[in-house]
T-cell receptor, first 112, second 114 residues
Framework: GEDVEQSLFLSVREGDSSVINCTYT??????LYWYKQEPGAGLQLLTY?????DMKQDQRLTVLLNKKDKHLSLRIADTQTGDSAIYFC????????????FGQGTELSVKP | KAGVTQTPRYLIKTRGQQVTLSCSPI?????VSWYQQTPGQGLQFLFE???????NKGNFPGRFSGRQFSNSRSEMNVSTLELGDSALYLC?????????????FGPGTRLTVL
């Protein structure tokens, strides 16, 4: 199937770490992406990971990939109020690089 | 480098009309993908164009069509509009090679069908 699943809401306190989870079903996934969408805006690419990697770190962002369980997570360290947004995970598949399959998005709310 | 631009940003149409949306990719990008975003269905892939050819297609009816010009600019057209076509239409551009395509999104066109 084409399912990419995410929990819908996450609320954290400023300064805490946020962990947003995503599961996917297709074993032919090649790259997995995290996008951020702020109100009234398009999608901003945050980071991506190749399917044969298990971890990638980029400043405050850490992506973990468990390929066996088809589970992806995005950890945001020292979460700030400016991180409040909707976060989407997305996958691309072999020979379909221009087609991204998105999860429903996780709305992150950061409280001061 | 200028980002992806979409015009118009907002559009109001009535049922039965048709609409054309435009997307200008980042300079040097040859692939343009289109997505529909609605509260109920989320983000759904419409189609991708690369070097003026449709390379991938989603599960949308034939009323949704697109094209790409030699300068990589792309248009999508929706004919015989239905209320359910009200959505944010996003385009994304990328270099277009291989399985990894970092897609950069435009701000979207908000279409309202009355």
């Amino acid at each position: 199937g084409e399912d990419v699943e995410q929990s819908l809401f996450l609320s954290v306190r400023e300064g805490d770490s946020s962990v947003i989870n995503c599961t996917y079903t297709d074993s032919s996934s090649t790259y997995l992406y995290w996008y951020k969408q702020e109100p009234g805006a398009g999608l901003q690419l945050l980071t991506y990971i190749f399917s044969n990697m298990d971890m990638k770190q980029d400043q405050r962002l850490t992506v973990l990939l468990n390929k066996k369980d088809k589970h992806l997570s995005l950890r945001i360290a020292d979460t700030q109020t400016g991180d409040s947004a909707i976060y989407f995970c997305a996958e691309s598949r072999h020979n379909q690089g221009g087609k991204l399959i998105f999860g429903q998005g996780t709305e992150l709310s950061v409280k001061p | 480098k200028a980002g992806v631009t979409q015009t118009p940003r907002y559009l109001i149409k009535t049922r039965g009309q048709q609409v054309t949306l435009s997307c200008s990719p980042i300079s040097g990008h040859r692939s343009v993908s289109w997505y529909q975003q609605t509260p109920g269905q989320g983000l759904q892939f419409l189609f991708e164009y690369f070097s003026e050819t449709q390379r991938n297609k989603g599960n949308f009816p034939g009323r949704f069509s697109g094209r790409q010009f030699s300068n990589s600019r792309s248009e999508m057209n929706v004919s015989t509009l239905e209320l359910g076509d009200s959505a944010l239409y996003l385009c994304a551009s990328s270099l277009g090679g291989g399985d990894h395509n970092e897609q950069f999104f435009g701000p979207g066109t908000r279409l309202t069908v009355l």
